[in-house]
């Protein structure tokens, strides 16, 4: 298929559920568009190098670069080439001598863009992203981050995973002007973040940068989450502290009414923050949230 591609002929083009669609630029020789059965756009350049092996180079994402960018970046490579350059086999190159902190940085710059999928096939929303930040941040730098990640080995992830559990990166961090991080280890914590670290190398995979995810097949601790369940005693002592807290009016009414919520629902705090009108149920008795950790659900008041 040959066409000028524009902004419009590349929205244009409909995917293919069985195999991968290749659109070729018709006045830049080599530049094109690759379409895959998941509708992923990237642009792409075929040239031969100097030993006249055919070569493809692909030089972004549509979204994360224009078309004019992308030619512009074509352009710049087939110059490479004329001078006897190499570009895709420079970049495979880099990629194999990628660390792990350069593998971190550019996962967090996908995610931010939505190029991260998450719970439901969705991007990452803002407050995931900000506890991976401080995953790798706290937990996989320290650690990994110098260690090229085409040597990396399940048994270092096995090492990684023991560390963590064992403290090794405990610490407590000043974040701004009042805020402390304060890191612990444990086998919740090393658990976490290897199903972080896994994640970001199968992006690896993704990209190209290594072949195979080191961190399949690890074995991780089951995840020790907490199950505190109130017994009617205890409800009854936070209601006559909040009904108490009400009178002596010192106290925040709209966070009297959220403990009240919380208490009442089992909704997480966040989901009572971002709380919006439209989804109380009045005449149901219920709150329905429109985007909880588990997509659209319902929360019912507590028998008690």
């Known amino acids: 298929m040959k066409l000028k591609l524009t902004k419009r002929t590349v929205a244009s083009i409909v ?55 992308s030619r512009t970046a074509a352009k710049r490579a087939l110059a490479d080439v004329i001078k006897g350059g190499d570009p895709a086999a420079k970049r495979s190159e880099d990629r194999r001598a990628m660390t792990v902190c350069q593998l971190c940085q550019s996962y967090l710059e996908a995610a931010e863009k939505g190029q991260i999928l998450g719970r439901r096939g969705l991007p990452k929303k ?78 690896a995979v993704s990209e190209g940068v290594i072949s195979t995810n080191p961190a399949r097949g690890v074995k991780r601790p089951a995840d020790q989450r907490r199950d505190v369940r109130p017994s009617v005693k205890q409800y009854a002592q936070l209601g006559q502290a909040l009904d108490q807290a009400a009178a002596t009016r010192c106290e925040n009414p ?20 971002r709380l919006r009108w439209s989804e109380f149920d009045l005449y149901g008795h219920c709150l329905r949230l429109a985007d909880s950790k588990e997509g659209r659900s319902i929360a019912w008041p507590c028998p008690h």
């Open 254 to 273: 709209k966070a009297i009414a959220a403990i009240k919520l919380l208490a009442l629902t089992g909704c997480r705090r966040g989901e009572i923050e």
């Open 126 to 203: 803002l407050s995931t992203l900000y506890v991976d930040r401080g995953r790798i941040t706290r937990h996989i730098l320290p650690l990994l981050g110098n260690r090229r990640v085409r040597d990396l080995t399940s048994p270092d992830i096995n090492r990684f995973m023991q560390a963590v559990a064992s403290g090794r990166t405990a610490d407590d961090v000043k974040t701004g002007l009042r805020g402390r991080a304060i890191v612990k280890g444990g086998w919740t914590a090393a658990t976490r973040a290897v199903g972080l670290l896994g994640g970001v190398l199968t992006f």
């Open 15 to 69: 995917p293919d559920p069985t195999r991968d669609i290749c659109a070729w630029d018709n006045e830049l020789r080599g530049f094109g568009l690759r379409v895959k059965p998941t509708a992923v756009r990237s642009f792409i350049l075929q040239y031969r190098n100097s030993s006249g092996i055919s070569r493809r180079l692909t030089l972004g994402k549509s979204g994360g670069l224009t078309v004019d960018e």
